[in-house]
Antibody
Framework: QITLKESGPAVVKPTQTLTLTCTFS??????????VGWIRQPPGQALEWLAL???????RYSPSLKKRLSIARDTSRNQVVLTLTDMDPMDTATYYC????????????WGQGTLVTVSA | QSVLTQPPSVSAAPGQKVTISCSGS????????VSWYQQLPGTAPKLLIY???KRPSGIPDRFSASMSGTSATLGIAGLQTGDEADYYC???????????FGTGTKVTVL
């Protein structure tokens, strides 16, 4: 059984740094080619791809957010951490983490998502 | 800012079929497989189609997909009230070196 769960603050202030943790089970980074990605969805809007980290620790970022984003993994804890600096009200969204299975571009398992509101 | 374009909404009566288009470019759909996701109200997206036309275990064959050039299409046959949801296409973009999603399509069962 594969599960993923996002955790982090529900509210952050403008200019602060957001740190979100994705804790997963049922797979591990020892599985060659597996990846964990972050996707967000502002209220009432479309999905936006943010970042991806692979089993080989390769990292990919959305070009539009690359300067503010960082993704890292803790293989011993089965966790992936996303940080987004200089938060703005436009960053208010539900943030999802999801698994990318080996050899595929799709995300086959998703977390439930966590709503992050940026407000003073 | 979505790179892939979908119609905002489609609708049909129960039992009918709807199709949802996803238009991209040579750097994304033109070179990579497309996935489709269903997002029921208030829930996380769920994978419906991967590698452009394959269904994960448990997804009924009422859901089908195809690709042609820089576009992809999702079809939902035998429409049911439980199919009312938002649907998103997604793929990899070689120019952006990252993933991209579509603008999303709301399916309404009349």
């Amino acid at each position: 059984q594969i599960t993923l769960k996002e955790s982090g603050p529900a509210v952050v202030k403008p200019t602060q740094t957001l740190t979100l943790t994705c804790t997963f089970s049922g797979f591990s980074f020892s599985e060659t080619g597996v990846g964990v990605g972050w996707i967000r969805q502002p209220p009432g809007q479309a999905l936006e791809w943010l970042a991806l980290i692979h089993s080989r620790n390769d990292k990919r970022y959305s070009p539009s957010l690359k300067k503010r984003l960082s993704i890292a993994r803790d293989t011993s804890r089965n966790q992936v951490v996303l940080t987004l600096t200089d938060m703005d009200p436009m960053d208010t969204a539900t943030y999802y983490c999801a698994r990318r299975p080996p050899g595929f571009y799709s995300f086959d398992w998703w977390g439930q998502g966590t709503l992050v509101t940026v407000s003073a | 800012q979505s790179v892939l374009t979908q119609p905002p909404s489609v609708s049909a009566a129960p039992g009918q079929k709807v199709t949802i288009s996803c238009s991209g470019s040579s750097s994304n759909i033109g070179k990579n497989y497309v996935s489709w996701y269903q997002q029921l109200p208030g829930t996380a997206p769920k994978l419906l189609i991967y590698e452009s036309n394959k269904r994960p275990s448990g997804i009924p064959d009422r859901f089908s997909a195809s690709m042609s050039g820089t576009s992809a299409t999702l079809g939902i046959a035998g429409l049911q009230t439980g199919d009312e949801a938002d649907y998103y296409c997604g793929t990899w973009d070689d120019s952006l070196n990252g993933g991209v999603f579509g603008t999303g399509t709301k399916v309404t069962v009349l």
